[in-house]
């Protein structure tokens, strides 16, 4: 494992109760959308890369009765969490592992992910990883937060205060790494989202989300630097926003 690997596993085993806390059920639209995606699909089991505790399943198990369902995360603690959630499902499988390069054994009937795709070192060879292991008639659907997700709101806040400064050039990549597929979507999807208020937001950024690898990797010092920047510059109160995640459905 390279050592960035490393350090988002550690990030995310550290993370992983608060996630499911704050951010699971504020990220439950994009995986209602994504789930919904799924139609149509030809026998066979369902893979969730980057599956995290694993919040797909309880869409999922009602959608595809008697399915095989595979979940796949670096962390072992969201994969602790996410076989505590199929716990008593004998046909539900997690496992730890790095799902940037899937196994073509596994023959999916359907491949779904959502949010991991961008935490990943080489997003367009996972999204061609994941549409490979797909049978024929087989779908494939990864929401995913873009490097602009919103101009405004409490995500461009926290952009800003930490570089400014984006690169698309990954995200260009993914439509012709799937070169052969036949991609029935890809748009941009917006759901409202409520935080207490900054704060409560940027803790759980923090401690329960993406700034945990940026925190191993930088230390508290500038974590504390950041949170008093990002304080000043945010509105006071409740703070609603309608960030827009990418939405890419395929099919084999």
Known sequence: ???????????????????????????????QAAVDELDDVPEGPIVVPCCGTFPELELL???????????????????RLARRRASGQPLVEVVQGDATTL????????????FGLQQLPEPAAAIRSWYDVLRPGGRLCVVYWPE????????????EVIDGRRDRAWEDALIPALDGALVERD????????????A????AADRSG?????????GDGYIAEL????????????????PQARLISARR
Do not use: Q
């Open 1 to 31: 494992m390279t050592d960035r690997l490393a350090r988002l596993a550690r990030s995310w085993d550290e993370a992983a109760e608060g996630y499911d806390a704050y951010f699971v059920p504020r990220f439950a639209p994009w995986v």
């Open 61 to 79: 198990t009602p959608r595809f009765p008697g399915r095989r369902i595979v979940g796949i995360d670096l962390s072992a603690e969201m994969v």
């Open 103 to 114: 196994d073509p054994a596994l023959s999916a009937a359907a491949v779904v992910s959502v």
């Open 148 to 159: 602009f997700a919103e101009e405004t709101g409490p995500f461009a806040l926290l952009d």
């Open 187 to 198: 748009e941009l999807v917006s759901y409202r989202m409520v935080h207490p208020d900054a």
């Open 200 to 203: 409560a937001y940027f803790d």
């Open 210 to 218: 993406p700034l945990r690898a940026t925190a191993l990797a930088r």
């Open 227 to 242: 949170r008093a920047s990002y304080l000043a510059k945010a509105p006071a109160g409740e703070w609603v926003h309608h």
